[in-house]
């Protein structure tokens, strides 16, 4: 539905918005009027993010996204529009204007939500039948109890090809509704068929208590092992955590990744209730971001095998680029969490917690495991490694201290694993100085936007129509000035349709808030707004900057013609030459 401006104008300025992205960014360091903090929708050490207070908008000077809390929340969220507007209303107990959209047409978004809690509660009813009891037996072989049962809301997929349609169907939701939800998968000559059969069923529920999707383990021996919802309009693996929902409520000040659901509810159990798993794939940027909104600190608590080891290698690089401190936890005498704990208890557990190495120890341990250090070709082989690994860091304290160890451990001299990592070192950041330089000097690149659906096809008549909208909006009585200029003078066809907006806008006397218009545009170009907007502009000479602007659009167009008049000649002489011939 459509919104109102008045609408929109108050529940922007009742969501604060340094107050909303502080309930998911660490905003501390202040420039100017900005305040700064690690983005939350891309891997960075250094913060880049911004946010403004006296303009409501926020700006990645890295990735560039931006826009207003509206947009804010619909990127981090996963939201639509209205939903978005839904949330920040609940936040601040406003009233959303009446839907005029009868109730069976409700967005599919919230129909889908509704449909996996009633899946939920189908497979969690099924545990107490007699086609649930192969289930209960497997939880009680696993030692789960009644509690977490209960709170992890565990069910059962019967073995039956439509079970679960045939409940969901009873209960008013059609076919479709089931196939988009990833609930049922379609069969040959139009039938349909449940997604999950003969599996103990585990709900994945987001951060605001919504069921997103499901995991299910097989109860046989068929494969794969766990199955899991496909990504729908409200679930994406890659985006989201098992017991995050319950874990963001720790008070551990710590997370524990590990990598099967059975880990996470036997951590919980035995009262570590800050574990989380990242649904049967590898860990993905977004799921270190996300975790970084409710934690400083990561222990990763993968099975002890080989591919457990592999993926602790992969995942400590992502933990590490989002600025997260990372701990590895060593299993010995079992193969994952849930099996130490019934061996050997929770305090042993809690234990191998507090011994936890860091990440750059684990590294080293993991790199001399590789080696026979007692043989020189060992020994070079292990020093290799472990200096390039310590050339990684940025913190030169950090460096030293790795450095004596590494040195003492390969049995040489402390300056001489220094001088290497001193030259590891200034190679890396040589590198990336001429990375940045290269960047530099090309400003018709850096010009561009960094969405390519964006691009620009003539950067210096861009250039000038940026500099016309940014005028319009920060003094609308500038529209009087553009009077000789149209949209088809502009090159850029999202300038253009910006420029009718703004002066629409100018024309009806409403709003020019860089909040309220980013917040009816798309997230790639409200967040190309929010950079326009960001750049300088002498607002002493205005006008005359405005009459430059309109000079550059309307010369770059003669070009243009001119070009476009020149071509078509060379092609009329080229047809009469074939014709000639």
């Known amino acids: 539905m459509a919104f109102s401006s008045q609408f929109l104008d108050e529940l922007i300025a009742r969501n604060d918005i340094v107050d909303v992205v502080s309930d998911y960014v660490q905003l501390t360091k202040k420039s100017g009027s900005n305040m700064f903090g690690l983005c939350p929708f891309h891997s960075e050490k250094t913060p880049s993010f911004s946010v403004s207070q006296s303009?409501?908008?926020?700006?990645?000077?890295?990735?560039?996204?931006?826009?207003?809390?509206?947009?804010?929340?619909?990127?981090?969220?996963?939201?639509?529009?209205p939903d978005a507007v839904a949330f920040l209303a609940r936040r601040v107990n406003m009233q959303v204007p009446d839907d005029d959209t009868p109730a069976e047409t409700r967005s599919r978004r919230a129909r889908m939500l509704e449909l996996n809690k009633d899946a939920a509660r189908f497979f969690y009813n099924v545990l107490s039948t007699n086609e649930g009891k192969v289930a209960v037996e497997y939880i009680n072989r696993r030692g789960i109890s009644r509690q977490s049962v209960i709170n992890f809301g565990l069910g059962m997929a019967p073995n039956s090809w439509t079970a679960l349609t045939d409940a969901m169907i009873k209960k008013g939701y059609s076919p479709g509704e089931l196939l988009d939800a990833g609930l049922i998968k379609r069969g040959k000559g139009g039938s349909y068929y449940d997604?999950?059969?003969?599996?103990?069923?585990?709900?994945?529920?987001?951060?605001?208590?919504?069921?997103?999707?499901?995991?299910?383990?097989?109860?046989?021996?068929?494969?794969?092992?766990?199955?899991?919802?496909?990504?729908?309009?409200?679930?994406?693996?890659?985006?989201?955590?098992?017991?995050?929902?319950?874990?963001?409520?720790?008070?551990?000040?710590?997370?524990?990744?590990?990598?099967?659901?059975?880990?996470?509810?036997?951590?919980?159990?035995?009262?570590?209730?800050?574990?989380?798993a990242s649904l049967g794939t590898s860990l993905t940027p977004d799921q270190a971001r996300l975790m970084s909104r409710y934690t400083e600190n990561i222990v990763i608590a993968y099975d002890s095998d080989g591919a457990g080891k592999k993926a602790t290698e992969r995942a400590i690089g992502i933990l590490d680029k989002v600025g997260l401190n990372v701990k590895v936890l060593r299993m010995s005498g079992a193969k994952d969490p849930d099996e130490f704990i019934k061996a050997k208890?929770?305090?042993?557990?809690?234990?191998?917690?507090?011994?936890?190495?860091?990440?750059?120890?684990?590294?080293l341990l993991t790199a001399l495991g590789k080696y026979d250090i007692e043989t020189d070709e060992g020994r070079l082989g292990y020093l290799s490694e472990a200096t390039s690994l310590l050339s990684e860091l940025e913190n030169a304290i950090e460096r030293e201290i790795y450095s004596a160890r590494v040195a003492e451990t390969a049995k040489i001299s402390v300056e001489a694993v220094k001088n290497e990592v001193r030259k590891a070192y200034a190679r890396r950041q040589a590198a990336r100085r001429k990375q940045k330089e290269r960047e530099n000097m090309r400003p018709a690149i850096s010009a561009q936007p960094k969405e390519k659906s964006l691009r620009y096809e003539n950067v210096s008549s861009a250039t000038a129509e940026e500099g016309v909208i940014r005028l319009l909006m920060l003094d609308p009585t500038l529209a009087s000035?553009?009077?000789?200029?149209?949209?088809?003078?502009?090159?850029?066809?999202?300038?253009?349709?910006?420029?009718?907006?703004?002066?629409?806008?100018?024309?009806d006397g409403r709003s020019m808030s860089l909040a309220i218009l980013?917040?009816?545009?798309?997230?790639?170009?409200?967040?190309?707004?929010?950079?326009?907007?960001?750049?300088?502009?002498?607002?002493?000479?205005?006008?005359?900057?405005?009459?430059?602007?309109?000079?550059?659009?309307?010369?770059e167009k003669l070009k243009k013609i001119s070009k476009d008049n020149l071509l078509a000649v060379q092609e009329k002489l080229k047809e009469k030459k074939g014709y000639g011939g």
């Open 345 to 363: 208890g929770a305090d042993a557990f809690r234990t191998l917690l507090e011994r936890s190495e860091n990440h750059i120890e684990y590294r």
């Open 518 to 555: 980013t917040s009816e545009l798309p997230p790639e170009e409200a967040s190309h707004l929010t950079e326009i907007m960001q750049k300088p502009e002498n607002m002493q000479e205005r006008e005359k900057a405005m009459s430059d602007y309109i000079e550059k659009i309307k010369t």
């Open 195 to 276: 997604t999950f059969r003969n599996r103990l069923m585990f709900p994945v529920i987001d951060v605001r208590g919504s069921v997103i999707g499901f995991s299910g383990r097989i109860l046989d021996d068929g494969e794969p092992k766990y199955l899991n919802s496909p990504d729908t309009l409200v679930f994406s693996k890659q985006r989201n955590l098992f017991g995050l929902n319950l874990a963001k409520r720790t008070k551990m000040n710590m997370l524990i990744l590990v990598e099967g659901n059975v880990d996470v509810v036997a951590l919980h159990q035995a009262g570590f209730d800050c574990a989380v």
């Open 481 to 507: 000035l553009t009077g000789e200029l149209k949209i088809e003078d502009f090159s850029s066809p999202f300038l253009a349709k910006l420029y009718e907006m703004v002066q629409e806008r100018c024309a």
């Open 55 to 81: 303009k409501q908008i926020y700006h990645c000077f890295g990735c560039g996204k931006g826009g207003s809390v509206i947009n804010f929340i619909m990127e981090i969220e996963n939201l639509s529009f």
